[in-house]
Nanobody
Framework: QLQLVESGGGLVQPGGSLSLSCVVS????????IAWFRQAPGKEREGVLC????????NYADSVKGRFTISRDNAKNTVYLQMNSLKPEDTGVYYC????????????????WGQGTQVTVSS
C-alpha cells in the first residue's frame, strides 16, 4: 500500500524559509516521480515542483522558480521541499504525490497523495 506523509509545515514570516518532508512507504521512492502541490483556501490545487524518478529533471511552476527546490534521499525514502523567500501567496496546504511515470504538475495524473501539511506565510 502506497503511503505518503508530509511534515514540516508551520507559520513563517514573509521572506523566511521552511523545509517540508515527504516520507513514503509501500514503494521505493527512486522508482517514482514525486511532486509537491499546494492548495490555498477557495482555490484549485496547483502543482509546485516535480522531481523525476532519476532525480535528473525537475518541473517548476513559474511562481516558485528561483525560490523553491526539491530534493530526494532515496536511502530514507524521503523527498524534501525547500522553500525560500516565502510570500503570503505561498500560503496553503502542501501535498506530496507520487506516480510511476514521467514528471508532471497536473494533479489529475497522480493517484497517490499524502494528507497535507499547512504552510502559512504571514507577519
Amino acid at each position: 500500500q502506497l503511503q505518503l506523509v508530509e511534515s514540516g509545515g508551520g507559520l513563517v514570516q514573509p521572506g523566511g524559509s521552511l523545509s517540508l518532508s515527504c516520507v513514503v512507504s509501500g514503494f521505493t521512492v527512486e522508482n517514482y516521480a514525486i511532486a509537491w502541490f499546494r492548495q490555498a483556501p477557495g482555490k484549485e490545487r496547483e502543482g509546485v515542483l516535480c522531481t523525476s524518478s532519476s532525480g535528473s529533471s525537475t518541473n517548476y511552476a513559474d511562481s516558485v522558480k528561483g525560490r523553491f527546490t526539491i530534493s530526494r534521499d532515496n536511502a530514507k525514502n524521503t523527498v524534501y521541499l525547500q522553500m525560500n523567500s516565502l510570500k503570503p501567496e505561498d500560503t496553503g496546504v502542501y501535498y506530496c504525490a507520487a506516480r510511476s511515470s514521467f514528471c508532471s504538475l497536473n494533479k489529475y495524473r497522480f493517484g497517490s497523495w499524502g494528507q497535507g501539511t499547512q504552510v502559512t506565510v504571514s507577519s
